[in-house]
């Protein structure tokens, strides 16, 4: 089996909006509860013995108005957090479970359908004990796509969402992949990518109107009374918080929107991918100072994207070794020119009457040295 989410904006009616606002604070309220109780009980047992939020309905009456199953996953969250605590796998390791916040912790539930208790219709979807909310259903479920559970959240702009969770039968692809259909990318700092033809992919257009737009508002939160440390925040401060993080939220979508688009065009029209495996750590150094158009581009991200869209497809993507002087290689005759190191020298310019630009060589390069590794692979 297979899962996938999906994640809807919804569109709540004021009494949805405020049942979803007692459901978070519930899931917060059980949350601290059941964790204030294992650390008591630690104190006398030395242990943490396991807590149910069934415990506090008698007394905390309200708990009985929200979703129960979006409590009973707040109990399996705190498990997991504590199990992740004490693992001794250093990727789930974690630190210990701390009390959550009004102000600071995320806002969201997850509820789980039970025989059609969470479903999908054309305008809405139906969550338990909030009845259908009004959503915006861009992306339709396969026919025999099956809703496992839903996680509702209110970002930090206000807006609510809703992340579906579908599970479906794994689809057998025979896709056989057409090895000569094949494609260089070489990274680009100031876009995101040059390839083999010469082609550039870029970075959205928008990109630098928004960052306009994101530096004049945070100018004027700069101005307002709680910009300074221990100024108490007036609610004009907030308002223009707000402001700033809806423009911060748009940024990450329109990028995260182009990267998807770069990658599935790519991945729809070569069977085989060569790039470069990149250190981002070292990728941020170089270029010319621009770290910035570096650090936000997302070239990392947009390469694991490319990597499950071809491998969904039954197509490759090569990882070239990071040391392979892809940029100091002529490609026509194979001198090496170690002046290209030099990132300035934005042309390559060889004996045998190559003149080419210089991203577009590597590209063609990392093409050749990814297609000899799959041809020794294979
Ligand atoms: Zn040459």
């Known amino acids: 089996m297979a899962n996938k989410a999906i994640k809807y904006r919804l569109y709540p ?28 009980a630690y104190k006398s047992t ?22 129960s199953l979006a409590l009973a996953n707040v109990q399996l969250n705190l498990q997991a957090a504590f199990r992740n605590c004490f693992s001794r796998d250093r990727k789930k390791k974690n630190g210990f479970p701390k009390f959550k916040s009004a102000k600071h912790s995320r806002r969201s539930y997850t509820t789980n359908n039970q025989h059609g208790t969470v479903s999908l219709s054309d305008k809405s979807i139906r969550l338990p004990k909030i009845g259908a909310v009004k959503a915006v259903i861009h992306r339709r479920p396969g026919d025999e796509w099956h809703i496992k559970s839903a996680t509702v959240s209110q970002e930090s702009d206000g807006k609510y969402y809703a992340s579906v969770l579908f599970e479906f039968a794994d689809p057998v692809n025979t896709y056989v992949a057409d090895m000569t259909n094949a494609i260089g990318l070489d990274y680009a700092s100031d876009g995101l990518y040059v390839d083999s033809n010469g082609s550039i992919g870029s970075n959205h257009k928008y990109y630098r109107e928004s960052q306009k737009k994101l530096a004049k508002a945070q100018r004027r939160l700069s101005r307002k009374q709680g910009s300074l440390k221990n100024e108490t925040k007036s609610n004009n401060y907030m308002k223009q918080l707000r402001k700033v993080n809806r423009i911060h939220r748009h940024i990450a979508n329109q990028r995260l929107d182009n990267l998807h688009k770069k990658s599935t065009e790519i991945a729809n029209q070569y069977d085989v991918v060569c790039v470069e495996s990149l250190n981002m750590k070292s990728m941020s150094n170089k270029g010319f100072g621009n770290g910035k158009a570096t650090l936000d581009n997302g070239y990392g991200m947009f390469l694991s994207m490319l990597e499950y869209k071809l491998s ?43 003149t080419m630009n210089r991203d577009q060589n590597a590209a063609i390069n990392i093409l050749t040295e990814g297609l000899r590794m799959l041809a020794e692979k294979a």
């Open 13 to 40: 009616t004021t009494e949805q909006s405020i049942m979803f606002a007692k459901t978070f604070g519930c899931c917060r309220k059980v949350y601290n509860l059941m964790l204030s109780d294992k650390l008591e």
């Open 46 to 67: 030395g242990k943490f013995p396991m807590v149910t939020p069934a415990k506090y309905k008698t007394e905390y009456p309200f708990l009985k108005e929200v979703d």
């Open 312 to 354: 969904d497809r039954n197509k490759y993507l090569i990882k070239a070794d990071k040391w392979f002087p892809s940029s100091q290689i002529c490609h026509c005759c194979g001198t090496l020119h170690p002046e290209m190191k030099d990132l300035h020298i934005r042309t390559i310019r060889c004996g045998c009457g190559l």
